[in-house]
């Protein structure tokens, strides 16, 4: 596996200084993104839209975030996502129910998994599903659904193959919550 260190601020481009002090220098994610400027750069409209202005809600976005970093195999998006559902007012034990059985979650939640566990095997919204979600969401809210999980896929994809540290206040926040240390590398664990 290549691994594509985080950018420190020593070596930050100029090219995109005012990124630095915004998204973009707060996590090591995107600090492995700054080895490709251009791919930052219009990373920066879309990550905007889907975090900060999308018509789902705070909680309803983290539940899908969770989800998707969860069956993406992505342990940074999962701890990250973990203390950011938290931060949103989502008791633990309804976060750790994100990573179950639809069974087990609240039928909010299990709407907004269900979801997500479509597009990832099936590559699309049934019919049915698609109701369901334009009932609860509205329209803008089933678009962003998809796109939020569309955004964060290819983030998983990305922490997957680069594998940067779980940034160390996530880290210990993780641990504090959930009672042991957030996983460094590779796909969650279950528990």
């Known amino acids: 596996m290549t691994r594509l260190p985080p950018i420190s601020d020593k070596d930050w481009p100029r090219a ?3 990124l630095r002090d915004g998204f973009a220098g707060a996590l090591n994610v995107y600090r492995v993104m700054v080895h490709h400027l251009p791919l930052l750069r219009a990373w920066s409209d879309l990550r905007e839209h889907v975090v900060r202005r999308s018509a789902l809600s ?3 976005s983290e539940v899908v975030i969770l989800r998707t970093g969860w069956r993406r195999g992505s ?3 999962w701890a990250h996502h973990v203390v950011r559902a938290l931060d949103c007012g989502l008791p633990r034990d309804r976060i750790l129910t994100v990573k179950g059985a639809l069974e087990g979650m609240e039928p909010a939640d299990r709407l907004l998994a269900g979801a997500v566990d479509e597009l990832i095997d099936n590559n699309r919204l049934s019919d049915r599903l698609q109701q369901s979600l334009v009932e609860t969401l509205g329209i803008p809210g089933m678009m962003d659904l998809i796109a939020t999980v569309g955004f964060y896929t290819t983030l998983a994809y990305l ?5 940067p540290p779980v940034d160390a206040a ?12 957030a996983p460094a590398t590779g796909p969650p664990k279950a528990g």
Do not use: K
Request: hydrophobic share 30%; glycine share 4%.
């Open 16 to 18: 995109i200084e005012d």
């Open 58 to 60: 705070p909680a309803q």
């Open 75 to 77: 342990t940074y998006e």
């Open 159 to 163: 922490l997957n193959s680069f594998d």
């Open 170 to 181: 996530i880290a210990d926040r993780y641990r504090q919550v959930i009672g042991r240390q």
